[in-house]
């Protein structure tokens, strides 16, 4: 099975960087089967992502990314089919719309087409994450794993007005333990951008998944609101890249994986 599409970057810091939705491939069986254009499906991105923490390469951290796009099927999904929001507008799997409530297909997808893409690219990047984690898990007491997002500063069909910059997701203190999460919300909300901690999203699977706190697997997501590093407009897809902006924003996430980095590490002489 080809697997180009996973990149998986080892380090051997105790701190695991997941990007599973600022892919934009879309594997040509699977464009073939839209209703709509590929600039289309590809509106949800999570843009720019790898840039945004390009600083993690030289911190030693080990980095897990698909350039498959989230329309095809969703890494941060559980993959039984369960809500992650029950009660709140969300997409599935293999989403079956778009943010805005746009159908991608024609007809809803089977129950094997949803199969076939669970085996070609959901198994594998969770086999990646379990791998690495296990890696990392046996050379140090302390791992965490940051899952690592970005969605447009508005979308009306998911969340009211404008999302606060800054949107950190720890399942409600469930998937980390209580120093790694108020090592997080201190910094995140002592910054420029707003912040909440478990407002509208709360952590994907991922972060729901992998976190086991008392086994050493501390796991946060961040969601990061599109205004904080990019020239956000209502008919760009996808919007610039903003150096000016992103700067800040990226000094402040360096430093909180500098002070994760440096907890985990304590955990170490304990």
């Not at 701190?15 to 464009?31: E, K, R």
């Not at 050379?139 to 508005?154: E, G, L, T």
Request: net charge negative; proline share 6%; aromatic share 8%.
């Amino acid at each position: 099975m080809n697997q180009d599409w996973l990149t998986v970057k080892r380090g051997n810091a105790p701190l695991l960087l997941s990007i599973p939705h600022a892919g934009t491939v879309i594997p040509a069986d699977i464009a073939a089967q839209l209703q709509c254009s590929t600039e289309q499906a590809q509106a949800d991105t999570d843009w720019y992502i790898g840039e945004l923490y390009a600083f993690a390469a030289a911190m030693d951290i080990t980095i897990v990314k698909t350039e498959i796009s989230r329309i095809a099927i969703d890494m941060n999904r559980d993959p039984s089919g369960q809500s992650l929001y029950p009660g709140q507008a969300t997409t599935e799997l293999c989403p079956s719309t778009s943010f805005a409530g746009e159908p991608l297909y024609p007809a809803p997808l089977t129950e094997a087409e949803i199969a076939r893409r669970k085996a070609w690219y959901f198994a594998p990047y969770h086999q990646a994450l379990s791998d690495e984690l296990a890696r990392l898990r046996a050379q140090h007491p302390q791992v965490v794993i940051y899952d690592a997002h970005s969605i447009r500063s508005a979308c009306p069909r998911l969340f009211d007005g404008e999302l606060p910059g800054l949107n950190l997701g720890t399942n409600d203190r469930q998937s980390c333990c209580v120093a790694v999460a108020d090592i997080a919300e201190q910094q995140l909300a002592g910054g420029e951008f707003s912040f909440v901690h478990n407002g509208r999203f709360k952590g994907g699977w991922i972060t729901r998944h992998y976190g086991q706190p008392a086994k050493g697997i501390q796991a946060v997501q961040l969601e990061i609101a599109q205004r904080c590093y990019m020239e956000e407009a209502e008919n760009a897809t996808p919007a610039p890249f903003s150096v000016a902006r992103a700067s800040a924003l990226q000094q402040q996430l360096q430093t909180l994986f500098t002070q994760l980095l440096a907890w985990a590490k304590s955990e170490e002489v304990k």
